[in-house]
Structures are given as structure tokens and as C-alpha cells.
């Protein structure tokens, strides 16, 4: 017997592989020896006619062991051991429970035949790692689905639930509940009484031929339909050519198995791919405190209250809702009251017509909204959480206030997106029980959850938000008390580098389209353009240039354009009023003209100062590791993940080229960045 792996034979022939290897049958080295062992015993065991492959713990096999890539590879190779699986001659049924994803599904594909239980999911999330399915999903999945089906499934990477994979022919049964071991046995049964034959999914070409005469302008199309999304990520573009390769190669599936290798083997090594392993571990590291340990307790929080019924709250009141909490809506007055619930009703109502979720999930969650007017409406919940207006008089009063109204236990949460937190638990008798929770707006999308530490904030506080957080969907990156936390303090020096630069020469659109060619979804000034200048360029006290373009009432695309001229379809055009506001701010500010820059260059001026806000939120202790940095800013302003964030991609560019690059633009670095780069070391390669 293995070390992961127990081989039994029930009645009726039935050979039973059981794999148990935690925490999610990941396809490592271990669980490869199991499989190679169990399969050959079985093959060679004329008493079995039939088996079964099972998982005990959480999961079904949830894919190749990510933590094994990049490492000299260990037989026998996860083809290897399929190889074995699909040429046994008897037929084989995977039993799914949890989530087969990636190898996992590529594992179940290999089987004969695939039953899942309903709270099964199956799916090929490779490109989220910057990958393709190298085990043979590319070239198995088509044959299953067909190749229309199976290029977005595999390009978009999401789970599918059991019901829905059975509708697709991702599965072949559903087993019920619980019951998942003796419904497979019986299924493996029941072939063998039905003579059914092991029929091999890589010797299905019915679903390839159908679409042979569309090859290749079906991918083609796809490819150009998906420009946008694709941009800058390899893995679709090749994931695209592997499926097609499929229907070329078809029936010849090695020479597909070939094409799909060389497709693979061109991502692994990227540093696209590098960069999405790496944040795949890094989101989950995010969730680890280094100071509180599974010693420490969670409060319970089964209510929550929200104060503020604004766009923040509402966004914030939603996440609760979805994950089934109770929540007591407070506002001041019911006008306010009645819009933010009646915003709130819209955007589930919204969701239910693009078939998201029904009526019946809108009422319910609807139903558990209590909305109050006044704290005092606050006095027995779990939780509450403040979204008033970001001034430090107005928090401290409403904690002040919540200090007599809440119960004793109750988490005093505040949204505040910058302000002193120790400022606002001091406005209370109870500062352990106050912790920052930032959300982004709009909080019901976003998925960064900054939570803050107090000076005197409990452990047991602290635990139970990062939880909080992760229940109603967030990630969960704790900060220090520090001015902006981490997303906003870091990015801020974006925006301060683009108004610097754009009095220096570049226009707008270079700055805009230097940073939207990284791989951001826009630029600085298209930002500022879509947000509002008034939101952002009011209560600056020296002259800037927002400030000039809001007195000639220029808002942004909202009102009269901003950086850029609109057309009435808000197509932006460069705009000579803020070309000659940006020249007589620069003349003002006696700013020289240095003439253009290139991409890179601009690039290098708005991103090293932001590695280098990055450094200084490690030195200070606001962050507890660099990789949490890189979940904020990936998760919080959109950064493109295939770069693997700020402080990844420092270490990329060179951190000793990052410190040069500051100097030379004048900015002093952090003594962190300078010390790494001295010595030759990163702050995200181990
Ligand atoms: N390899 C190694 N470790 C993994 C892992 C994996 N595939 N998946 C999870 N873990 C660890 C994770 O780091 C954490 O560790 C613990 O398991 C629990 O995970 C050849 C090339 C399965 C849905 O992309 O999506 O197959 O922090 O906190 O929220 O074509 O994990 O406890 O020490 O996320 O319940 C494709 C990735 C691989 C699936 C469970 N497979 N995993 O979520 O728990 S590439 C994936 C997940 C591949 C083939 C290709 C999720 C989950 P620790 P967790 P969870």
C-alpha cells in the first residue's frame, strides 16, 4: 500500500482506488507514485473488471502540484501515470467531489466515465497561473464539450458546477450527496452488466469533425473577439491554437498531445507565468498573520450593521448580504434611507437579468436588510461597520457614539480609506474592538479587503476581520495604521509622477498610453478624466492643474472634458485647453520643458517611485511581506497581475536599475530598496 493511496476490490469486480493526500490531492510526486502503483495492481488483477478512482478529504484531485513547477521533474510524470490510467483496458469511473480542476479534470477526462456529486465543481483554471492544460485538456475537453464549448471554458478558467458540467457532458452522472463511493461502485456495476464499452475520450472525433470545415477562422474570430480581455496574457492566445490544433491533428491525437507540449512549454518558463504562480500563492499567504496563530480565537459575528446607505455603504451592506448575514442598514434620514435600499434592490435586480441569480435570491437577500434610522438601531448586532464621510470629526463622533449604543463584544469596524485609525478607536473606551475594514469601491465588486490594525486592537479582533473578510468574498491584506494603508498610499505616487511629468514635456495621451500598454485599463489621466476632477482636484492648497481645470469648470467626462475633449459618445481627443492650462503651470511652476520620453521611460518614472512607496510600507511595518503589497495593488487598482505586481515586478526589472532610476529622477530610495539592491537580493524571489 502507499503512502497516500489504499487499493480494495468490492464485490462484483470493482477495484477502488482511494487517494488521500492533503490538502487538496494535488498531483505531486506522491500522489503520481499512488496512481502508477494502483493502476498497474489493478491491470494485472484478472478479479477486477472495473474501477474506480476516489479522493478522501476536501477534493477530487484539484490539479498539478503548483509548487513543483520550475523544478527538475520527478517520474513518473503526471503523462506518464495518464498514459497508464487510459490504456488499462478496463473501464474506469472518477468519482468527483469538491472541485477537479486543472490536472484534476485533465485526471477525470482520462477516466472512462466521470460522477460527481451536485456541490462538485470541475474546470481548467491553468490560464490563471498563465498556463494551458498541459496534461491533454486542450485536446480531451473539445472531444467532450465540442471545440466552441471548450475555448471558453479553458480561456476563462472558471469552476463549473456539477449540474451544469453534466449538462455540457463534462460529467456523465450526478451521485447523490454524500452517497458518492457506493453510486460510483454502482455505476462501475452497472457498465459491466450493460457491456458498455470503455470507450477512451481521446478516440471521440464526432464534436471535431463538426466544426472542421470552420478551422481556423473559428479561432481566428475567437482571438479578435477577445483582443481586449487577452491583452497582454499569453496563455489564451496559445490555449486558443492548442484547441485548434485538436480539430488540425484530429484523429491523430498524439500529434495533438505534440502540438499541445510545444504550446505549453512556451508558457511555463514566461515571466507571465512566473508572475501568476507566484500571486497565486501570495493571495493565499495574505490570509496568514505572523503574530496570530490558530491559538487565537474568532468572534462570533452571525449580524452586521452598516452606517451609511451611500454608494460605499450600500456596496458594503451587499457583501454581507451575499454571503447570508443579516444586516441593519442606518441612516440619518429615511430619504437617504429608502434610495440606498432602493439602490441596493436595483443592482441585485440588474443581476437577476443577466441570468446571475434568480428573483428568489434577490428577495432573499433583500429580506435580510433591516433598514434604521439612527445608531441606535445598532445596539445588539455582531458587527458594525461605518461608511459616514471621510472626515475625522465625523468618525469619531458616530464611535463616540457607537461606544454607548453597541453591546459589549460588538467589532466596531470603520471604512475610512486613509484616516487615523488609533484617532478613531480613542474616540471610544473600547479600542481593542476597533479595527479598519477598507473596501474599494465599488465594495460589492472589488475584492480587496484592507484590514487595519489599531495600536490597541485585539488579536482576537484582527483574526475575526481578515475571516470576516474572506466569508463575504474578499482577500483579506491586513496594513498597519499608516497614511493610505498599502493600495492607496503606494498608487498615490503614480498619480504624483504623471502630474510631475506631463508639465515636462509628455502630453496626457503618452503618459496615458505608455501605462495602458503595461497593462493597466487606463491611464492616470483617463482615470482622473472618468472619476471627476472635482472629486479628486478640490482642497489642494498650492496650484495644480486640475485645480485650473476645475475653475473653468472643467470636471472630466462628466462635465466639459478634463485632461481630454469628449465627443457626445465620451471619445476622448486631445484637448488644447488643457494643453495651454499644463504650459502655463509649467511656465508658473518654472518647470523646463525636457521634450518627449519614451513608453518605457515614462514607465520607469511613475513605477519605481511606486516599488519604492512599496519598500518603505515594508521597512515601517505597515505590511507584514512584499507579496501582500502586490495582492493590494493587483486587487485594489487593477494591476496587471501577469507582471505579478509592484514588488514582483521590481525584482524583475532589477532592484539595483529600480535605485538608479530614482536617483536620477531625483527621488531618494527607500533604505530597504537600497540595502536589497546592494546585496543582490529581491523582495519576492525566496
Ligand atoms: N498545488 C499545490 N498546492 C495547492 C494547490 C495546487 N494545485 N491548490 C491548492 N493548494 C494549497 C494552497 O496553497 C493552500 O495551501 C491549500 O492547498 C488550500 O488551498 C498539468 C499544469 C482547490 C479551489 O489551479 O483553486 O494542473 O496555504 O486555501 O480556498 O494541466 O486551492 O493551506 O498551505 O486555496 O478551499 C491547476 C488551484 C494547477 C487549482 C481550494 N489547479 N487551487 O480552495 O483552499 S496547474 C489549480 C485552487 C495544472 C495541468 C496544469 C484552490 C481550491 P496552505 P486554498 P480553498
Known amino acids: 500500500m502507499s503512502e497516500v493511496g489504499t487499493f480494495t476490490v468490492e464485490e462484483g469486480g470493482i477495484g477502488?482506488?482511494?487517494?488521500?493526500?492533503?490538502?487538496?490531492?494535488?498531483?505531486?510526486?506522491?500522489?503520481?507514485?499512488?496512481?502508477?502503483?494502483g493502476f498497474r495492481k489493478f491491470a494485472a488483477d484478472d478479479s477486477v473488471k472495473a474501477i474506480v478512482l476516489i479522493c478522501g478529504g476536501?477534493?477530487?484531485?484539484?490539479?498539478a502540484d503548483i509548487s513543483e513547477f520550475g523544478k527538475p521533474p520527478q517520474e513518473p510524470g503526471l503523462v506518464d501515470v495518464f498514459n497508464i490510467i487510459e490504456n488499462g483496458g478496463k473501464p474506469v469511473v472518477a468519482a468527483i467531489h469538491g472541485t477537479a480542476l486543472g490536472g484534476g479534470y485533465e485526471l477525470a477526462l482520462i477516466c472512462n466515465y466521470r460522477i460527481a456529486v451536485p456541490s462538485a465543481m470541475v474546470g481548467l483554471p491553468e490560464v490563471k497561473l498563465g498556463l494551458l492544460p498541459g496534461a491533454g485538456g486542450t485536446q480531451r475537453l473539445p472531444r467532450v464539450v465540442g471545440p466552441e464549448a471548450a475555448l471558453d471554458i479553458i480561456t476563462g478558467g472558471d469552476p463549473i458546477p456539477a449540474k451544469k458540467a453534466l449538462g455540457l457532458g463534462m460529467i456523465d452522472a450526478l451521485a447523490e450527496e454524500g452517497k458518492l463511493r457506493e453510486d460510483a461502485i454502482a455505476f462501475a456495476r452497472s457498465l459491466l452488466a450493460e457491456g458498455k464499452p470503455a470507450v477512451r475520450v481521446r478516440d471521440r472525433n464526432e464534436k471535431l469533425e463538426a466544426v472542421r470545415d470552420r478551422t481556423p477562422a473559428l479561432f481566428d474570430e475567437y482571438l479578435a473577439k477577445n483582443a481586449r480581455s487577452f491583452r497582454g496574457f499569453k496563455a489564451p492566445h496559445n490555449i486558443v491554437r492548442a484547441i485548434q490544433a485538436s480539430i488540425e491533428t484530429a484523429p491523430d491525437f498524439d500529434k495533438g498531445m505534440e502540438r499541445e507540449r510545444e504550446l505549453f512549454r512556451e508558457l511555463e518558463p514566461s515571466i507571465e507565468s512566473q508572475a501568476q504562480r507566484y500571486y497565486f500563492f501570495a493571495e493565499r499567504e495574505a490570509a496568514k498573520i505572523p503574530d496570530i496563530g490558530k491559538d487565537v480565537a474568532t468572534i462570533?459575528?452571525?449580524?452586521?450593521?452598516?452606517?451609511?446607505?451611500?454608494?460605499?455603504?450600500g456596496g458594503i451592506t451587499m457583501n454581507f448580504l451575499n454571503a447570508g448575514i443579516p444586516v441593519t442598514l442606518v441612516e440619518m434620514t429615511q430619504e437617504a434611507l429608502d434610495r440606498g435600499v432602493g439602490v441596493i434592490r436595483r443592482n441585485y435586480e440588474n443581476t437577476a437579468k443577466k441570468g446571475r441569480m434568480t428573483q428568489e435570491q434577490v428577495e432573499q437577500r433583500m429580506a435580510l436588510i433591516t433598514p434604521a434610522i439612527g445608531l441606535e438601531a445598532l445596539g445588539q448586532v455582531d458587527m458594525i461597520v461605518e461608511a459616514v464621510f471621510e472626515e475625522i470629526a465625523i468618525k469619531q463622533d458616530v464611535f463616540g457614539k457607537l461606544?454607548?449604543?453597541?453591546?459589549?463584544?460588538?467589532?466596531?469596524?470603520?471604512?475610512?480609506?486613509y484616516l487615523d485609525l488609533d484617532a478613531i478607536a480613542n474616540a471610544t473606551s473600547r479600542p481593542e474592538w476597533v479595527v479598519g475594514t477598507h473596501f474599494f469601491s465599488p465594495a460589492n465588486v472589488m475584492r480587496l479587503l484592507e484590514v487595519v490594525r489599531g495600536a490597541k486592537t485585539s488579536k482576537e479582533v484582527v483574526k475575526t476581520a481578515m475571516e470576516i473578510g474572506k466569508k463575504i468574498g474578499k482577500v483579506s491584506v491586513l496594513s498597519g495604521n499608516g497614511f493610505g494603508f498599502i493600495a492607496n498610499r503606494i498608487m498615490t505616487q503614480r498619480g504624483k509622477q504623471a502630474d510631475q511629468l506631463v508639465l515636462e514635456g509628455p502630453t496626457p495621451q503618452d503618459i496615458d498610453q505608455a501605462i495602458y500598454n503595461y497593462g493597466f485599463a487606463m491611464g492616470p489621466f483617463q482615470m482622473i478624466d472618468l472619476v471627476g476632477l472635482d472629486v479628486i482636484g478640490r482642497g489642494e492648497t498650492e496650484r495644480t492643474i486640475r485645480g485650473d481645470l476645475v475653475k473653468l469648470d472643467r470636471l472630466g467626462q462628466k462635465k466639459n472634458g478634463g485632461f481630454y475633449d469628449y465627443d457626445e459618445n465620451r471619445k476622448a481627443t486631445p484637448s488644447p485647453v488643457a494643453a495651454k492650462v499644463i504650459a502655463d503651470i509649467a511656465a508658473f511652476k518654472g518647470v523646463e520643458n525636457k521634450g518627449k520620453l519614451s513608453a518605457e521611460d515614462i514607465v520607469a518614472r511613475l513605477l519605481y517611485p511606486v516599488v519604492n512607496e512599496g519598500a518603505k510600507v515594508l521597512e515601517e511595518g505597515i505590511a507584514s511581506r512584499a507579496s501582500d503589497i502586490d495582492v493590494a495593488a493587483i486587487l485594489g487598482y487593477n494591476w496587471p497581475v501577469y507582471t505579478g505586481g509592484p514588488m514582483f515586478w521590481g525584482d524583475t526589472v532589477g532592484l539595483q536599475k529600480v535605485v538608479d532610476g530614482l536617483k536620477a529622477q531625483g527621488i531618494e530610495p527607500s533604505k530597504l530598496l537600497v540595502e536589497k539592491a546592494a546585496k543582490g537580493e529581491s523582495f519576492t524571489r525566496g
Not at 18 to 24: E, K, Y
Not at 58 to 63: E, I, K, L, M, P
Request: avoid cysteine; hydrophobic fraction near 45%.
Open 403 to 417: 461606544d454607548k449604543i453597541a453591546k459589549q463584544g460588538a467589532i466596531l469596524a470603520s471604512n475610512t480609506s
Open 58 to 63: 476536501r477534493t477530487f484531485f484539484a490539479g
Open 16 to 37: 477502488v482506488i482511494a487517494i488521500d493526500n492533503p490538502p487538496v490531492n494535488a498531483l505531486g510526486i506522491k500522489t503520481r507514485r499512488a496512481l502508477d502503483e
Open 300 to 313: 462570533p459575528v452571525k449580524t452586521a450593521g452598516v452606517i451609511g446607505a451611500g454608494t460605499m455603504g
